[in-house]
């Protein structure tokens, strides 16, 4: 089963920026869906952004469009959340997930059964 791995979280100024990596351990994406959840105190872990493997497509929750970008390495081992024009309201933990029988990209948690450990991003304002 595949294992992943975050990295990359911190504490930034609200307008700053971090990259969060996703690895996957042992294994390859190969064709998977990836999705990056967040999770703020007291609230429900939502979807922010998703990537098809199968042809790189991306998507993004409309909170974060324009400002955050998913990518994946060549070696389809890590993919990659850059988060920019950071707010405060993007404090949560993150995290990335994937399931070898999703076909697209849900932001749905329920549809993904192998998730890191989480990172932890904090915007101060």
């Known amino acids: 089963q595949t294992q992943l791995v975050e990295s990359g979280g911190g504490l930034v100024q609200a307008g700053g920026s971090l990259r969060l990596s996703c690895s996957a351990s042992?294994?390859?994406?190969?064709?998977?869906?990836i999705g990056w959840f967040r999770q703020a105190p007291g609230k429900e872990r939502e979807g922010v952004s998703g990537?098809?493997?199968?042809?790189?497509?991306?998507y993004y929750a409309d909170s974060v469009k324009g400002r955050f970008t998913m990518s994946r390495d060549n070696t389809r081992t890590t993919v990659y959340l850059q988060m920019n024009s950071l707010k405060p309201e993007d404090t949560a933990v993150y995290y990335c997930?994937?399931?070898?029988?999703?076909?697209?990209?849900?932001?749905?948690?329920?549809?993904?059964?192998?998730w890191g450990q989480g990172t932890q991003v904090t915007v101060s304002s």
């Open positions: 990537l098809a493997n199968s042809d790189g497509s991306t």
């Open positions: 997930a994937t399931d070898p029988r999703l076909r697209y990209v849900s932001f749905d948690p329920l549809d993904y059964h192998c």
């Open positions: 042992g294994s390859t994406f190969d064709d998977y869906v």
